[in-house]
């Protein structure tokens, strides 16, 4: 009996003259860990053999869900906190040391989400320190600039909004793949 052939597995590509190309296939996501509002709050914490699990298993990425807002500022120009920055620069660390891209997702801003108005400064200014502080990682480390926007961030304020996220990125990554998520969940 002959032996079947595996029909390759669809990927997802970016490509482009002006950005390197980028193949995701398999991708773990570490959800409830850094995007709980601090981390261990949700009962997990992110453990540096998860990713020689990770590795092992055949992945070639993970999704690091981040709550940005819960460790910055509230006024301009919202700080992000040295000692969270630390802890998130070892677990993309972790992930690159094995060969693994990393897709950085700002994670659970729910203010964001019912009162974007009030909170976009914000957002911006957290995304401008996020993009400054990775700008000199490897092109294997992605940004996902919001997790499912919803609520009074509604599809048409999201499209502003994520330009002008995306011009702010684009001022120190400016090949740096970046994933943008629709509106309404």
């Known amino acids: 009996m002959p032996t079947p052939t595996a029909t ?9 003259t002006s950005i390197p190309s980028t193949t995701l296939r398999r991708g773990v996501n570490l959800g409830n860990m850094l995007e709980a509002p601090n ?11 998860y ?17 940005w807002n819960t460790h910055a500022g509230q006024e301009q120009p919202y700080t992000v906190d040295p000692a969270f920055f630390a802890r998130v620069d070892e677990v993309v660390n972790w992930a690159l040391e094995r060969n693994l891209t990393v897709i950085v997702d700002f994670h659970h801003y729910e203010e964001m989400m019912w009162d974007p108005w009030s909170h976009k400064d914000r957002f911006l200014g957290i995304w401008r320190q996020v993009a400054e502080h ?34 702010v990125v684009r001022e120190t990554n400016p090949n740096r793949v970046v994933i943008v998520g629709p509106g309404t969940w």
């Open 39 to 49: 981390e261990g709050e949700w009962g997990l914490v992110v453990q540096e053999e």
């Open 134 to 167: 990775y700008q000199k990682y490897p092109s294997n480390v992605l940004f996902e600039l919001l997790n499912e926007p919803n609520d009074q961030l509604n599809a048409s304020l999201w499209n502003q909004y994520l330009a002008e996220a995306l011009a």
């Open 51 to 67: 990713f020689d699990l990770i590795q092992e298993a055949g992945f070639d990425f993970v999704r690091l869900p981040v709550r």
């Open 8 to 16: 390759p597995e669809p990927t997802l590509t970016a490509t482009s």
